[in-house]
Each structure stands twice: as C-alpha cells, then as structure tokens.
C-alpha cells in the first residue's frame, strides 16, 4: 500500500513537499522505483518525476525541472517530492506508484507502475 500525504493550498511561488509512504513492503529491499504523477481536471494523468530503485537514477518532467526534487529515505520507507516556486500550473492531485525490482529505472508510464496511492490534492492560488 503507498499512501500520500503533504497536499494543500499555497500561493503562487510557494512551497510544498509531497509524502509517499508505503506499508507491506520495504521500498529498499525490493528495490522499488517510485514515480509521481498528476492529474489536473479535464486533463490526462503525466508523470512528474520518478526515481529507481537503487536511487541513482532520477528523471524530472521538463516543466517541473528546477523546481522539484525527488528523494527517498529508506530508513522512513518514503519518497518524497520537494516542490518550490508552485505555480497554479501545478494544481493537480497528485499519486504516487511503486514497481518492485526495478533497481535501474524509473518510467513516466502510468502501466508500468503496479501499486499506486490514492492521491492528495495540491492546489495553488492565490
């Protein structure tokens, strides 16, 4: 199970960090990639960046790039989604998703992704 947490309303230029904290499983020990991904009204879902298992491989939407960093912290099991100078672009829920035994790679497509969260809202507005 992912769960996200860390969603809320911000004004333009502001800043959230975004949680995705996952139980049953150890992120670390099944080398599971993460990715995030968002889904504004009327709009398709994209992947907003996404990490490898193993961490060192890390990919960044270009829209995004810059402004948000993805980390994990094993020892949390989490991964986490900086997210600075938000835009109301940016207003999206946003989800998490885990693939095991995926210690090289990360992906942007959504089927790639076996497990996913349930979402948390992020909203920018002024």
């Known amino acids: 199970q992912l769960v996200e947490s860390g969603g809320g309303l911000v004004q333009p230029g502001g800043s959230l960090t975004l949680s995705c904290r996952a139980s049953g499983f150890l992120l670390d020990n099944t080398n599971a990639a993460v990715g995030w991904f968002r889904q504004a009204p009327g709009k398709e879902r994209e992947g907003v960046s996404c990490?490898?298992?193993?961490?060192?491989?890390?990919d960044y939407k270009d829209s995004v790039k810059g402004r948000f960093t993805i980390s994990r912290d094993n020892g949390k099991n989490t991964v986490y989604l900086q997210m600075n100078n938000l835009n109301p672009d940016d207003t999206a829920v946003y989800y998490c998703?885990?693939?095991?035994?995926?210690?090289?790679?990360?992906?942007?497509?959504?089927?790639?992704?076996?497990?996913w969260g349930q979402g948390t809202q992020v909203t920018v507005s002024s």
């Open positions: 998703a885990a693939e095991r035994d995926r210690a090289r790679a990360c992906s942007w497509y959504g089927p790639w992704y076996a497990l």
């Open positions: 990490i490898s298992g193993s961490g060192a491989y890390i």
